[in-house]
């Protein structure tokens, strides 16, 4: 049994690492993507809007085929589809080829996104203890990763199917080896609905808290990737080089926020480390707005990925325990509010640039991000029918592979 839990975790950071490498890909690309197939600064928008919205669609499908198919089963084949469409991108030459393969993207994601925050779950119960931030933890590495050969390719000038062929080709087939050992969650205890259980199926207004803060979180986020180095460059006067660099500082704080994040969730909770990191990740967007200069700057988005690093991973943890009767269907339709925050916060911010001051653009995420603090409590463990607020391991329960084993 130890054997198989350990290996399903293993081959599931995998997947993590390799979602984050295949994002970091595409998103860092986008300015050679454009040059590639000519799209005008006016159709650009509309193409990156698809994707989120396309993932939210993979996400709500994902709901309903998990009631039919095994998480381990759609992330087997969602996998795939995600690195064999970013191959896509890079191999098409007409606008409509590219719309396709960001389609097959878009749609793929929001199923592989939702599939491993399942799995992700399931495995956090059989263990009994967090280990979900260890695997947003990996997704991170792997967005350093594809960072940087996102930069290697732009570096050598190389053509975007010669830079992500050899991606994909090693990322493939060790994905699709790895999936025999997923591990699916069996059939929970049934648990009681008006308690809050979930076991009939998921009730909205329970869950409604945590997908507020899922929203406010990706809005943080991608005020962070969209707007870090335009804030740095034009607001405060940094070089068009050091402006690159409060990204990477970011997606490091992160990667070691994560690393360390399910140690604190042992010691102290849930909810005090929720708690703390919507309190770093406000300074940190206070410290961005009043910074007198780009090393202050870069001191703000430092605490930005040491705050908003654990939001996420435990949002989807505590709907697991909101709901363990019907945690696949409630991560599913948690995760929708992950390409909703993404969607409103970039025009958000730049919408009050324009018309306001960016500096005070960067108040409204921290404000939103302040709004977590009054639903802290919904990320406290959940009292099960044995007694006591901790997680229980669900040995039996958890104890097949993907493959039935």
């Known amino acids: 049994m130890t054997d198989v839990l350990r290996r399903g975790r293993a081959s599931l950071a995998f997947s993590f690492f390799a979602q984050g490498v295949a994002f970091a890909l595409l998103v860092t690309r986008i300015p050679a993507i454009q040059d590639r197939y000519g799209v005008s600064d006016a159709l650009l928008p509309a193409f990156l809007a698809a994707v989120p919205v396309l993932a939210g669609v993979g996400s709500v499908t994902t709901e309903k085929l998990v009631q039919r ?71 991170s590495l792997g967005g350093i990763v594809g960072a940087s050969l996102a930069w290697v390719g732009a570096h050598w000038d190389l053509a975007l199917f010669v830079s992500y062929l050899p991606v994909v080709a090693v990322l493939l087939p060790a994905a699709f080896v790895g999936s025999r050992w997923y591990v699916d969650s069996g059939d929970p205890e049934p648990v009681d609905v008006q308690a809050g259980g979930g076991g009939g199926g998921v009730v909205f207004k329970a869950l409604l808290p945590l997908c507020l803060v899922m929203t406010f979180a990706y809005i943080g986020d991608s005020t962070v990737s969209n707007w870090s180095a335009k804030y740095l460059q034009d607001v405060l006067g940094s070089s068009e080089q050091l402006a690159t660099v409060p990204y990477n500082v970011y997606m490091v704080t992160t990667l070691i ?24 990740a406000a300074l940190g967007f206070a410290v961005v707005a009043v910074a007198p200069g780009a090393w202050v700057g870069m001191l703000g988005f430092t ?83 044995y007694g006591g607020g901790h997680e229980r391991p669900r040995t039996a329960d958890v104890g097949r592979g993907s493959n039935g084993l």
């Not at 925050?117 to 931030?133: C, D, F, K, T």
């Open 69 to 139: 198919i095994p998480p381990s089963r759609l992330l087997r084949w969602a996998q795939p589809v995600v690195l064999l469409a970013l191959l896509g991108v890079g191999a098409g030459d007409a606008t409509v080829e590219l719309a396709v393969a960001l389609a097959a993207f878009g749609l793929a994601v929001g199923a592989l996104d939702a599939s491993m925050n399942m799995l992700g779950v399931s495995l956090q119960r059989a263990y009994g203890r967090s280990i979900m931030l260890g695997f947003h933890a990996v997704f």
């Open 257 to 280: 926020g994560r690393g360390l994040g399910d140690f604190g969730v042992r010691r102290f909770g849930a909810v005090a480390v929720v708690r703390a990191g919507a309190v770093v």
């Open 303 to 385: 605490l930005l990925g040491l705050g908003l690093c654990v939001l996420v991973p435990q949002t989807f943890a505590a709907a697991g325990r909101l709901f363990p009767g019907a945690s696949d269907v409630a991560v599913a339709r948690l995760n929708v509010f992950n390409y909703v925050g993404f969607l409103i916060g970039s025009p958000l911010v730049g919408a009050l640039g324009d018309a306001w001051s960016y500096r005070g653009a960067m108040l409204v995420p921290m404000v939103l991000v302040l709004v977590t603090l009054v639903y802290a409590r919904s990320f406290a463990a959940q009292p099960d029918r």
